[in-house]
């Protein structure tokens, strides 16, 4: 395992105190794992916290800040934050208005958020829980612990966090934050596997010439191995598994999310989302909005995930109001 | 079971978590993310310490103590799994000491508690799979008069058959569901642990003669 | 080599064709090879174009925009620009004012850059060229080409480009561009190689265990081979190696920026800058500004660099400027 | 040498250069940045187009046509001094043909311009290496009168042994010079190609007779 790493122990804890001397604007309690702006939080505004494991940089601790989210508590790698940890950020997040939690559909996440809820419920917290499933590479049965929550939860902590300093009301924030999940779907590729401190190899070994497919972010293995080919190829599969699963409805244009899975050049997704743009051409599909780049990373995976997100012109207004996180910014 | 063998078993579950560590992440590696050894470690580490430090007036104390340990250390899928059975079972065991009968229904409340939050049936490829069977031989041998010790070793025998046959199941429940077809082939890292356990309190008991 | 890629000959036009179809603000001309704004050249203000090879993006093409570059040309992987983009590059970015050139120190940028500049100057457009030379893994001496250009170019197109909105002449705009990279100073670790599509594996072998110390951006060897340690000792040598060439003079604060060479997670680079904060602040200098991210890249190389530039009041302030690229964008 | 034959030498080095890319950018990786092949690929594939398409009025132009083609198309280090080599010499080739003589000073002009352009000495390890003594040979033989196949012939020779010489020095210019010491032991690139350019001509003008 190569990484600049003191210790696998150490890790998380190294990390978070780098980030925390990058953002003076930011507070991070090392002792117990939560990010939050360093100014409190915002009077009056209904509060949005995010967490799940860590090594999805930056995703969420990145994601704290003006017109996103309130706190983030990040995890032990790829494992879910625990109880506690999430009490701690929804009570850092409350003004007296709630929280609405935005939680990636993973067993444990679920355990453990909703356990926090419970407490924080306890406490006298108001608090709404947004699940986020958009990876259309799981199958979403009874027989499945259902679809993983994958790239859609940067759009659902954006908008939803937009909604927030809009003004909007727990219930509401929360009910966009759903509007976008359920609009959204991902679907993602994977060239290597990723390597977590703790295991100190890649989570599955991949041939030379071959791809993992319907990859979550986990370093688990996705649904097939197939040979590589041209990216064109990939990417069309990519995006059918897609619009099979969800076409956008009438008045709708997407959002288009090309996400790096962190080993993958930028030169790269740009080609992928060339791509992407040329065959929603083809179909007549209108990209409104798009980001490209490194978001929901899985290490130093090197792969992409594609999220399409059919928005109309509200969510597009949202998505379109300014944000300023150490990992999103603009128009502030 | 006295608060002693209760603390003994924590601490021997902590020793085997940790020698077995890289094992049960490799197992969770195949079919998962990797961390369920590390996950363990953890949490088990940080209970036999929270109990070696507690003043226990019953032996469900410290099975509670060990379970929102693991809650609040452990997190993934197998913190509030195993720590919320482990509270179900220690509140059930108001006395200083119990016997096999109380013990059988505290770990039934446990098995309950996993299900519950879970979801799993038996063959979904879980740790229910070692922990059903497990509770199912224990009672049985309980309810036939035997000892602590010898229940043990039969919920042990159990456990490892179940998380041995967990091996073929495809998963429908956890990560593992998410590969479908490919969860074929690898026991589930959950039962494994689950053994692990079963077979830390028989060898536990058996010490304590 | 396991890329999302059509083909090495038309890897990049397709990824530029993504860049385009990714940034309908920008305007890309697929044929020369030259990325513009889409409104064109700034009407009184000094231009700023810079180029290099490819393979380093966001570097130069995701700086492009308001605040940043008028115009970039990249060349093929790893490739300086010829001429004939260079030329065009700069006449779009010319409003009359003039037109500043940022140029890596590499004998072809400087040579294609200088045949282009002596073009331009013959069409009558007034060109000022800073050569960026920040890497202290080089030694700078007559037996060598002079330092590498690297980090310290983002300093360099930011602080100038602010410069320029600020209104400053040509030979201003210059000269503040040529103080930050007096200022600057680099050093680079590899973990991996990068792989171009041409080459189609990486461009050394490195053993498990080893690192390549003081490498450039180009997938070059670097200065020695070494064995990975933990991140805390490669840190400071990387940070002895910099101070040690040019410590912060009076009345300065420095800018410092750890950059991700393409295949690290976000994580580590924290990590690492984790590190430098705390070395720089046992010797008592003081970071007035902070970047952790993937700014100058070698394709998929696992690494990265730091750079430290003495910054007094002014060019803090020109970097705390507004800018809106697709690399790099805040206060607007 | 005549129009024809200027023809016939680019054409052959855009064939030998496209044969030799892989080994060409093999030697830029081990010390540089792995591109020259392609980069001279490039080159020369678009020049043998270009001249094959023009209507020259002397050999000259054939040779200016071909180093401008370089420059605009190649970008890097060798781009900018090949080409500016080719344009520099062909201007001093006005007629529709040239004698050995005249060719030995247009490629000394050549020579010239890559000096200035890059400040190599001989020893630097770069195509000068190369260069240096393949116009050498060949001022030497066409002095003696010799024709230009002989000539070429032994500047072909004269430019091998340099390129193959440059392999235990250290670089002192362009990329390999970063290197320091490491950059011995491996034969330069552009000292390479610049041997496979005079081969080419060698070739060509045997096979015009
Ligand atoms: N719904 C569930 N019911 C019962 N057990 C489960 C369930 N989901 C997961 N598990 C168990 O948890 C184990 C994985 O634990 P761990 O790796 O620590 O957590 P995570 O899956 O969050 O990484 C699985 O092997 C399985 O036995
Ligand atoms: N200053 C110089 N003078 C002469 N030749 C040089 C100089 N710098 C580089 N070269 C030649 O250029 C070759 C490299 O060319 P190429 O790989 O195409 O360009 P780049 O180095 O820009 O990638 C070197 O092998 C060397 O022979
Ligand atoms: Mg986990
Ligand atoms: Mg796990
Ligand atoms: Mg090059
Ligand atoms: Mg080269």
Redesign the interface.
């Known amino acids: 395992m ?6 696998a122990d150490t ?2 804890t ?9 953002h003076p604007d930011l507070a991070v309690d090392l002792e117990n794992r939560v990010v939050t702006r360093a100014r409190g939080a915002v009077p009056g505004k209904v509060g949005l916290v995010s967490g799940g ?3 999805h ?2 995703l969420h601790t ?1 994601f704290v800040g003006e017109g996103m989210l309130d706190a983030a508590c990040p ?10 940890q999430v009490v701690a950020a929804v009570r850092a997040a409350d003004s007296g208005a709630g929280v609405v939690l935005v939680v990636k559909n ?3 996440d679920v ?2 958020f909703d ?1 926090a809820a419970e407490l924080a419920g306890d406490e006298g917290v108001r608090v709404e829980t947004v699940l986020v499933d958009d990876d259309v ?3 979403d049965s009874t ?3 259902g679809r ?1 929550g994958t790239g859609a939860t940067l759009l659902v902590e954006k908008i939803a966090g937009a909604a927030a300093v809009r003004g909007d009301s727990l219930e509401a924030v929360a009910e966009i934050g759903r509007r976008v999940n359920a609009a959204s779907r991902s679907f993602a590729v994977a ?2 596997a ?1 390597t ?1 401190p ?2 100190g190899r890649p ?2 070994d991949l041939p ?2 071959e ?1 993992e497919v319907g990859v ?1 972010i ?4 996705g ?2 191995r197939e040979k ?1 080919r ?3 190829e ?2 069309a599969d990519m995006v059918e598994a897609i619009l099979e699963d969800r076409a956008p409805g009438a008045g709708e244009e997407v959002i288009a999310l090309v996400n790096g899975l ?14 992407v ?2 065959l929603l051409g083809e179909r007549g599909v209108r990209i409104s909005r ?1 980001l ?1 780049g ?1 978001y929901v ?1 899985s ?2 995976m ?1 792969g ?1 995930s594609v999220t399409l997100c059919g928005a109309d012109a509200e969510l597009v207004e949202l998505w379109d109001a300014p944000v ?1 996180t150490p990992g999103l ?4 | 079971m006295d608060i002693e063998l209760a603390r003994a078993w924590v601490r021997a579950v902590a020793v085997a978590v940790e020698k077995d560590r890289e094992l049960l992440s490799d197992l969770d590696a195949a079919i998962g993310d990797g961390d369920h050894g590390g996950n363990l470690n953890r949490g088990f580490a940080a209970a036999a310490e929270a109990v070696a430090a507690l003043q226990p007036g019953s032996v469900g104390e410290v099975l509670v103590k060990t379970g929102t340990t693991l809650v609040s250390k452990v997190g993934g899928a197998s913190g509030p799994l195993y720590g919320s059975a482990l509270r179900a079972a220690g509140k059930r065991l108001t006395g200083e000491s119990a016997d096999p009968g109380e013990v059988a229904a505290a770990l039934a409340a446990g098995l309950e508690e996993v299900r519950r939050l879970g979801g799993a049936q038996p063959g979904d490829k879980t740790m229910v799979d070692a922990y059903a069977p497990a509770v199912e031989a224990f009672t049985e041998a309980a309810g036939r008069g035997a000892a602590l010790a010898e229940a043990a070793q039969a919920a042990a025998t159990a456990a490892e058959d179940g998380a041995r046959a967990t091996e073929p199941l495809q998963a429908r429940k956890g990560r593992a569901s998410y590969l479908g077809e490919r969860s074929k082939g690898h026991e589930d890292p959950g039962a494994v642990s689950t053994a692990m356990i079963f077979r830390a309190l028989a060898d536990t008991a058996a010490a304590a003669g």
Request: glycine share 14%; aromatic share 10%; with cysteine.
């Open positions: 190569k990484k600049f790493l003191n210790s890790y998380l190294d990390a978070l105190a780098g980030f925390a001397a990058a494991g860590s090594g940089e930056p990145g995890g032990e790698v790829f494992t879910s934050p625990v109880p506690d993973y067993t444990g355990m453990n356990l590479a799981v199958q027989f499945t612990a993983r060239l290597t990723g977590t703790e295991a989570g599955f030379a010439d791809i979550g986990h370093g688990e293995p649904r097939r590589l041209p990216a064109r990939i990417v962190g080993g993958t050049p930028l030169s790269e997704l740009y080609l992928v989302y060339g791509e743009a040329r798009s490209v490194d990373t290490l130093d090197a992409c300023s910014r603009w128009g502030m």
